[in-house]
């Protein structure tokens, strides 16, 4: 980062100190990148931003028209403004992201979506495993995530329609479970007393309604379907579909339309996040303003380090000792995303789809 100015206000709201401080900015801030702090009386930082031209940028906020304007709001809360200048709109975007993360701002975080917004598709460890919906994934259990995913409420639907398809349970995790294989099936009663599997919905795990062996292999269908080998599950609804429809039975054809529905949207989620993962590994060069030209070495969507593009024989040796040590390193699987990882994926993802000229930078790694 280079310099760094600050001007603080005793009164925020008053007309007189905002004069001052747009005269500071207008006199002293440069139209470069650059990432700007507001910062409360008691130290705060409330607001985090950033912008390829931070002169003009931090002007804006004082020609708010209304008091609910968004710049009109931070300032009322602001006595503080400090800004860095970075070497580029790309570094500043980074800069911006990390400093949101450090600090978690009130006003980022009540415009912005964090990653408490997405949703993760849980398989549980133990007897008969389960597949459920989560707001976050916990670095420290033993289940296996698949996402991340925006809109809970449809991932929700689209699982229990894969459960039902699947004949998987969904029932609370410390029911007991009992497979028709284990000798202590005697000591159960006929039937859970649960309608998934009075009506062929799940397969009666805790019943003795299977063996281990056919919950597992329905487990590893459902699996399938989610890393994307296997389409298993939406073929069996649309067959199921089709044969309803031949049938002239067309109100359970529609059902099944809309079950196979929820499922191809959660593939499409799948694909989209199977994509940015999988394409955004390479090692990527960025102009700098005042000739500080930066190289990003990102692999899966994050980047794994950054250092000054080196100009020297010796320098260029290091970076692609750096590289290889980076991309050595066994891939974690591409449908699942650390919690901590998935804002910077979606950052990048967004920004190779905005300037997608910036390809032009990107040296893939043989
Ligand atoms: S049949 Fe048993 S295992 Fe399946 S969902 Fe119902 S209670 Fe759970």
């Not at 979506?113 to 597949?131: E, K, V």
């Not at 000792?321 to 910077?344: M, N, Q, Y």
Request: hydrophobic fraction near 40%; proline fraction near 5%; aromatic fraction near 10%.
């Amino acid at each position: 980062m280079s310099k760094s100015r600050a001007y603080t206000f005793k009164d925020p709201t008053s007309e007189e100190q905002l004069a001052t401080m747009r005269a500071v900015v207008r006199e002293t801030a440069r139209n470069v990148p650059g990432v700007y702090r507001m910062i409360a009386d008691n130290g705060e930082i409330v607001y985090v931003g950033k912008s390829k031209q931070i002169r003009s940028r931090l002007l804006s906020y004082f020609r708010a028209s209304y008091p609910e304007d968004k710049g009109a709001r931070i300032l009322r809360e602001a006595v503080k403004v400090e800004w860095d200048y970075e070497p580029s709109e790309f570094a500043a975007l980074l800069c911006e992201l990390r400093l949101i993360k450090k600090y978690r701002p009130r006003f980022n975080v009540a415009m912005k979506r964090d990653t408490r917004h997405y949703s993760f598709i849980r398989i549980s460890r133990g007897a008969a495993p389960r597949l459920n919906v989560v707001r976050g994934a916990s670095p420290d259990d033993a289940a296996v995530y698949y996402g991340p995913f925006v809109g809970a409420q449809r991932v929700s639907e689209a699982v229990r329609e894969l459960n039902d398809v699947l004949g998987l349970r969904d029932c609370r995790s410390d029911m007991p479970i009992f497979f028709s294989d284990q000798h202590e099936l005697f000591q159960i009663g006929r039937t859970p007393g649960c309608i998934r599997y009075e009506i062929g919905k799940c397969l009666g795990p805790c019943v003795g309604g299977c063996t281990f062996a056919e919950y597992d292999r329905q487990l590893a269908l459902a699996r399938a379907f989610l890393d994307g080998s296997n389409a298993g599950p939406a073929d069996t609804l649309r067959q199921q579909m089709e044969a309803a429809s031949r049938a002239m039975q067309f109100e359970r054809a529609a059902i099944f339309r809309d079950k196979l529905s929820r499922l191809e949207t959660l593939r499409e989620q799948f694909d989209r996040l199977r994509f940015a993962v999988e394409s955004l590994s390479f090692v990527y060069n960025v102009s700098g303003c005042d000739g500080r030209h930066r190289t990003y070495v990102i692999r899966r969507g994050v980047v794994r380090a950054e250092l000054d593009t080196p100009t020297s024989r010796r320098d260029r040796a290091a970076m692609r000792r750096l590289v290889a040590d980076i991309f050595d390193e066994k891939p974690a699987p591409s449908w699942s995303v650390p919690t901590h990882e998935i804002d910077e994926l979606l950052l990048l993802s967004s920004w190779f789809r905005k300037f997608p000229e910036e390809m032009k930078r990107a040296t893939r790694v043989a």
